[in-house]
């Protein structure tokens, strides 16, 4: 009886903890399962941001939940309406497994990226390539776990993209690296071109929205079929 009721208190724990249950609807989704990720959950939080992926380097990645006593992840949620909460979580933890799904499709643009990022540390002259090219990995990451909820979750999708408008505008969490609102606005305004997967979405829609190298923000607006091209 003793066990039974660690066990049932275990499970209360865990479905009453909304970033755990986002978590798990992720990485059991189709797009996300053969994905190799390991979802840790720190005592205490080592970054300000509730989530952070580590990319091992034996290919697979640590996807590490760092809510707990973090009020960063409070203010965080409280970012989407309620109705919506649960999906906004379930985006952010998409963002990270995105991160993991580039890892094993592009393993040397990754290992290019982590090494430039390690050398600018040493060499000044090379933080604006660097910045840059992390800023890209995480535009990718951003418009994959969006594309993932329009196809998921389509009646809550407009929220949750004016959730990640308004975290990507504040300055508690997001960095200059972070800063990806240029992408969400052209999305915004011109909606997505899907593919097979998140990914292969993300990859279609941003060199379609892409005039440059450098994302230029244009006015809100969709046209008669709400994407790109009708």
Known sequence: LFCTLLLLCSFASHAADPWVA???VVQRDAFFQALPVKVTVPSKPVKDSPT?????EDGSCT??????????ADAMAELAPAPVRSVFLQAIVAHEFAHCWRQQDSPERMAEVIALLERAQKEPALAESALHAKNQEEIFSDVAALAWVEKRYPEEYPQV????????ADSRFTAQVHDTRAALDRILA??????????HSADTTLAALRPG???RTRPHRTNRCGQIRC
Do not use: C, E
């Open 190 to 199: 011109y909606g997505m071109i899907y593919g097979d997967t998140p990914f």
């Open 63 to 72: 996807l590490m939940l760092q809510h707990r006593n973090n009020p960063h």
């Open 161 to 168: 993209l004016q959730a990640f408008v308004k975290l990507r």
């Open 52 to 56: 952070s992926v580590r990319l091992n």
């Open 22 to 24: 986002a978590a798990k």
């Open 213 to 215: 190298k450098v994302w």
